[in-house]
C-alpha cells in the first residue's frame, strides 16, 4: 500500500510540474524579432509610373505580416548627392508611397529623413525613385522607420500594454542592452513582432533568433 500511494505522489506531481510549464508557455514574455532592411511600399499609381500601366507586383516571399509580402521587383532611388540601387518594393500596393531606408542611407542619397511609423508622412522629404520604365520623384514619404512591435488587442492584454504606447525593450547577450521609443502597434491584422532595421539589429548582435522582452 505504501508503494502504491508513493506512485501516486509521483504521478500527480508530474501532472501538476507539467501543468505548470504549460502554462509558463503560454504567457511567455519574449517577443520574436523582425529585421528588415530599406525598402519601400508603392501606390498603384507611382507603380505604373515606374514599370507600366496596369502592372501587377510578382510576389517573391510571404512575410510575416499577415498579408504582407516582398516583390520580385527592385527600383534605385537617388537623392541629391548619391543613389541606391536594388531597393526591395514590398506589398500590396498602398495609398501612398513609402520609401523607408537606413539612417546610413540618408547620407549617401544627401537627404534627411525624421524617424517616423509607418503612415506618419507629413512634412518628411521625397526622394527620386527609378524603375524600368520611367522615374517619379515624390514630395514626401522618405523616413527612417521607427522601432515598433506588432501585436493583436490579445497579446496587448497579455503583455500589460495598449496600442500606441511607448515602451523599451531589453535585448540579451554579450552586446544585448535596452533600447526605448518602442512603439505598440495593436490590431487585429498583425502578428506578434518586434522590428528593427538591420542597423539596430546589428548594434546588438541580433538576427532572426533573437527575441526581446518588454519592460517599462
Given at each position: 500500500?505504501?508503494?502504491?500511494?508513493?506512485v501516486?505522489r509521483?504521478l500527480?506531481?508530474?501532472v501538476k510540474?507539467?501543468?505548470?510549464?504549460?502554462?509558463?508557455q503560454?504567457t511567455?514574455s519574449?517577443?520574436?524579432v523582425g529585421i528588415?532592411?530599406r525598402h519601400?511600399?508603392l501606390s498603384?499609381k507611382d507603380?505604373?509610373?515606374?514599370f507600366?500601366?496596369?502592372?501587377?507586383?510578382a510576389?517573391l516571399?510571404?512575410l510575416s505580416?499577415?498579408?504582407?509580402?516582398?516583390?520580385?521587383?527592385?527600383?534605385?532611388?537617388c537623392g541629391?548627392?548619391?543613389a541606391?540601387?536594388?531597393?526591395?518594393?514590398l506589398?500590396?500596393?498602398r495609398?501612398?508611397?513609402?520609401?523607408?531606408?537606413?539612417?546610413?542611407?540618408?547620407?549617401?542619397?544627401?537627404?534627411a529623413?525624421?524617424?517616423r511609423?509607418?503612415?506618419d508622412?507629413s512634412r518628411?522629404?521625397?526622394?527620386?525613385i527609378?524603375?524600368?520604365?520611367?522615374?517619379?520623384?515624390?514630395?514626401?514619404g522618405?523616413?527612417?522607420a521607427q522601432?515598433?512591435?506588432?501585436?493583436t488587442?490579445e497579446d496587448?492584454?497579455?503583455l500589460?500594454?495598449?496600442?500606441?504606447?511607448v515602451v523599451s525593450?531589453?535585448?540579451?547577450?554579450?552586446?544585448?542592452?535596452?533600447?526605448s521609443n518602442v512603439?505598440?502597434?495593436?490590431n487585429?491584422?498583425?502578428?506578434?513582432?518586434?522590428h528593427?532595421?538591420?542597423e539596430e539589429a546589428?548594434?546588438?548582435?541580433?538576427?532572426?533568433?533573437s527575441t526581446v522582452t518588454?519592460v517599462?
Amino acid at each position: 500500500m505504501d508503494n502504491l500511494e508513493s506512485v501516486l505522489r509521483l504521478l500527480l506531481d508530474a501532472v501538476k510540474s507539467n501543468g505548470k510549464k504549460a502554462v509558463a508557455q503560454s504567457t511567455t514574455s519574449e517577443i520574436p524579432v523582425g529585421i528588415s532592411n530599406r525598402h519601400l511600399h508603392l501606390s498603384q499609381k507611382d507603380l505604373e509610373a515606374l514599370f507600366g500601366k496596369d502592372y501587377e507586383l510578382a510576389k517573391l516571399k510571404d512575410l510575416s505580416q499577415p498579408g504582407q509580402y516582398a516583390c520580385k521587383e527592385v527600383v534605385t532611388l537617388c537623392g541629391p548627392k548619391g543613389a541606391i540601387e536594388k531597393v526591395r518594393i514590398l506589398g500590396p500596393v498602398r495609398s501612398k508611397t513609402q520609401v523607408e531606408v537606413l539612417a546610413g542611407d540618408c547620407i549617401k542619397l544627401g537627404a534627411a529623413a525624421d524617424v517616423r511609423l509607418s503612415g506618419d508622412l507629413s512634412r518628411t522629404p521625397g526622394v527620386t525613385i527609378v524603375g524600368p520604365k520611367g522615374s517619379v520623384q515624390i514630395e514626401e514619404g522618405l523616413v527612417v522607420a521607427q522601432r515598433h512591435i506588432h501585436m493583436t488587442p490579445e497579446d496587448a492584454k497579455n503583455l500589460g500594454v495598449h496600442d500606441g504606447e511607448v515602451v523599451s525593450i531589453k535585448v540579451q547577450g554579450l552586446r544585448g542592452g535596452v533600447y526605448s521609443n518602442v512603439a505598440i502597434r495593436a490590431n487585429d491584422a498583425s502578428g506578434l513582432e518586434c522590428h528593427l532595421d538591420i542597423e539596430e539589429a546589428n548594434a546588438m548582435s541580433i538576427n532572426s533568433k533573437s527575441t526581446v522582452t518588454i519592460v517599462k
